[in-house]
């Protein structure tokens, strides 16, 4: 009879916490959070129905997206130096909580645990053990981070009679000026996207707290139709107005169905009206939070931005990266040979080079360059590939403009390094 009396008073105590401390209410776990200082990412822990509180540093924080199946976001509440967001657990799963303001995020990985039992449930099981459900974690974030083009080069002189002893340093790399298909999104390519087919869960009504503590509501916009009319109006060339509507989209989604999608638009935008600064703006958060696909069409553009902007050294940085994740790239090998060229180092010039060739590189440029490299003085020179290479150039058409040195040199070789009939 006692031990069920202790039983009752502790499950009453339980029910008198538990309303005390709802949803929302002050009794919530405070966790404070500095963007810059947590370098826009940072894992919590909590525990499964015990409402906590996200506190932001600087005031106009948003939720951008979070994951609705385990967390239940309750409220929102400005005040002049921070945002408060009140998110309450209801699963077990791992989750996530992303936030925006301005052309700042925070990404929140907020691992759960489950409910520990109550003192009523230890002592009606007298102690008997419960196994723990093991934590599975979600994968990692993946930052990552991507294609470039050239005019032509000089005339180059070449000495037919003599050998050669260091690379001329007016054959330099060309720039590309063309757009490739990768590196532009196509028209198609957004109306795939934004295929009828694809619905948007509709967006909740959102509160927020004013200084007044009155509680006023953010009515829920209808995001698709504001990222579609900003698709439309970029497919018009109407760039003003398709900005305002994917900005709009941005700024103001909950579930955020085509976020990557509508950065990469805006990055677009910009590029169009060369603005290099909201440009970088756009691509840089693709690179860091896009999925795989735009990570890597973002990295390409960024480079190829950098590369004819004669920011060589940028570049390189960015055609390393994606050749991690596409090594085979004909264009990207192509452009960091052109680099390494121009840095004179001549041994990875040749090994991204070569390795392009393998892919399907064939440019009149590349195997002038490679032929020279070969013909230097110094620890590459290798006199049968150099002339293998100024053979490919006199085997091709007679306007090409360094044809000449190219034969030249071909007669020179056969007749004092090679019997040739």
Known sequence: MKKSFFVVIIFLSRIIILYFTAPGSSGAE?????????????????KRGETFTIRLKGSGWYLNRYDSNNLAFKLRTVHSEYTDFTIH????????????????DMYIRVNIDPRIRSEVEEMLNDGGGMNEKKEDMPPEINEVPV?????????????????????????????????????????????????PGKKMPDAEDMYYITKDKEIVKIPSVNEESEYRKGVEAFNNDELEKAAEHVLDYLSNCVSCVYKDNARFIAAEIYIKQENEEKTMIFLDKLIDFGNLEYKMKAGRIKAD?????DKFEDALEGYKTLLLYDGNNVEVLKNTGDIYYMFKDYENALANYELGMENGLAADEVYFRMAL?????????????????????????????????????????????????
């Open 30 to 46: 405070l966790i404070p959070v500095d963007p810059d200082a947590d370098a826009h990412h940072k894992e919590i822990s909590v």
């Open 89 to 104: 657990p209801v699963g077990e799963e791992p989750a996530y909580l992303f936030f925006s303001y301005l052309d700042k």
């Open 147 to 195: 294609e470039s083009p050239g005019d032509g080069d000089e005339e180059t002189v070449i000495d037919s009679g003599t050998e050669i002893d260091e690379l001329p340093d007016d054959v330099e790399a060309e720039y590309l000026k063309t757009e490739t298909e990768s590196s532009v999104i196509t028209k198609d390519e957004i109306k795939k996207e934004t295929s």
């Open 305 to 309: 931005l950098n590369y004819e902007a």
């Open 373 to 421: 490299m070969y013909d230097s003085a110094g620890k590459l020179k290798d006199l049968e590939k150099a002339y293998r290479y100024y053979r490919f150039i006199t085997e091709m058409s007679p306007e090409f403009k360094h044809y000449q040195e190219a034969k030249q040199r071909v007669q020179f070789m056969e007749k004092n390094f090679f019997n040739y009939e």
